[in-house]
């Protein structure tokens, strides 16, 4: 049986160790956004011995890469995007740094979900396709590194009761493997 949480960014481990694979959290305060491109500067940042462009201990990053915002809007279309692509560099940012969740959509890797163990990290899946809506729970945005980037540019986000579901937790459970084990018809 799922459970509905109300946490605010950034988190503790106090946060993410209640939380288990199908539960609904509607997340506020401070996010960041980075999609692969970002994540590598950030792990070349870490290789150099350089400081990030912003702490990354208890933060949460979202996967996302959003348009432009229409007059008066913080942020435009801001739906979540392909988490894979970040598998090679999450675990450092999780293990090393402290990072305690991520937003997107898809699997993830065994890498992603044993740091997600280790470190007491969650990730999170946000509605695909459903960007505009997301959009209406971000209520400022920020670019804060990589402005170069264009919509890959790393943002701060303030969001207000953001809509996402469990899918990795910290015992190593995966909402994917557990939804197709309830629904799958053995042969």
């Given at each position: 049986m799922s459970k509905t949480y109300h946490l605010t960014a950034p988190l503790s481990d106090e946060d993410t160790i209640q939380l288990k694979a199908g539960d609904i959290v509607y997340l506020s305060g401070i996010i960041y956004t980075a999609r692969d491109t970002a994540h590598k500067k950030l792990i070349d940042l870490m290789d150099e011995g350089k400081e990030l462009p912003f702490d990354v201990k208890g933060s949460v990053i979202y996967f996302v890469g959003p348009t432009p915002p229409k007059p008066g809007d913080p942020i435009g279309s801001a739906g979540p995007t392909t988490s894979y692509r970040m598998d090679s560099y999450s675990p450092r940012l999780i293990n090393e740094?402290?990072?305690?969740?991520?937003?997107g959509k898809g699997k993830r890797n065994q890498e992603v979900i044993d740091a997600c163990v280790k470190s007491k990290a969650i990730y999170f899946g946000a509605t695909g396709g459903a960007g505009a809506l997301l959009a209406r729970q971000i209520k400022s945005a920020e670019v804060i590194a990589y402005p170069e980037l264009g919509p890959e540019a790393i943002r701060r986000l303030e969001v207000v009761?953001?809509?996402?579901?469990?899918?990795?937790?910290t015992y190593g459970d995966d909402l994917y493997k557990i939804g197709r084990a309830k629904y799958e018809i053995a042969d």
């Open positions: 740094m402290g990072q305690k969740g991520m937003i009761d953001f809509p996402l579901t469990v899918v990795n937790d």
